[in-house]
């Protein structure tokens, strides 16, 4: 059986005792059904990560053991800012999860123009914390010892115009500049994906004006989800770790 891999937001070290509660212990004790002496690697997002085994098991909750500390990294050396216009429902969590299982550095949620998706105060955060879960378990599951974040929901307008180093891309399907012709970035690099009906003809204009380069993965128009998948596993391809 695979040793079950466990995100814990505490300060770990050889030798603690940890109790795991919510989420975390009810997937130990009602999902996975462990007992005490089963095996554990438990992280923090903070670089590396611990194997433990379980101590005690109780209904609700479950305490785990930290036996050893292993410095492994699996981070890729491109850096790689998804800046994703909202989609809805599962196709937005499926995106996510993927971009973060790819090796993507961080996650902006955008509202653009043709964005369908109506979100906000605290519908919009309680969905950003929704998608920093779905990161979460991302990592537990690709072996990541960091969690990207998942910014703010912000305006297409308010994001385009910020400030930020490296290459900048925007993905659509008329541009004629190719990727696999780009020059290796030496910083990190922001991937901009529009919504499901595409960014507008002013917001490209817009991305344009601020630095974007406009790029193109071939003939055929992709889906929102499609195209963030398909674009960042070419970075990692070209410039990454694949």
Request: with cysteine; glycine share 8%.
């Amino acid at each position: 059986m695979r040793v079950p891999r466990l995100y814990v937001d505490a300060p770990l070290q050889n030798g603690l005792e940890v109790e795991l509660a919510g989420a975390v212990a009810n997937h130990c004790v009602r999902v996975l059904r462990l007992k005490p002496g089963a095996r554990l690697t438990l992280f923090n997002g903070r670089g590396g990560e611990f194997s433990a085994h379980l101590v005690l098991v109780e209904k609700r909750r479950a305490t785990a053991l930290l036996d050893e500390w292993h410095e492994r990294e699996v981070e890729s050396p491109l850096q790689v800012e998804i800046a994703q216009c909202i989609s809805r429902g599962e196709r937005m969590d499926y995106t996510v999860q993927k971009v973060v299982e790819l090796g993507a550095s961080g996650i902006t949620p955008i509202i653009a123009e043709r964005t369908v998706v109506n979100l906000k105060g605290e519908r919009a955060e309680k969905r950003r914390l929704h998608w920093q879960g779905v990161v979460v378990s991302a990592c537990e599951q690709s072996g990541r010892n960091r969690i990207p974040a998942v910014q703010p929901l912000i305006h297409f307008k308010q994001w385009v115009n910020q400030p930020r180093e490296g290459l900048k891309l925007v993905l659509h399907h008329r541009a004629a500049q190719e990727m696999r012709n780009m020059t290796r970035p030496k910083k990190g690099v922001t991937l901009l994906i529009g919504p499901e009906g595409g960014l507008s003809e002013q917001e490209i204009r817009l991305a344009e004006q601020a630095g974007f380069v406009s790029v193109c993965l071939g003939p055929r128009v992709l889906r929102t989800e499609t195209a963030a998948l398909s674009t960042l596993s070419l970075l990692q391809l070209l410039w990454g770790d694949f």
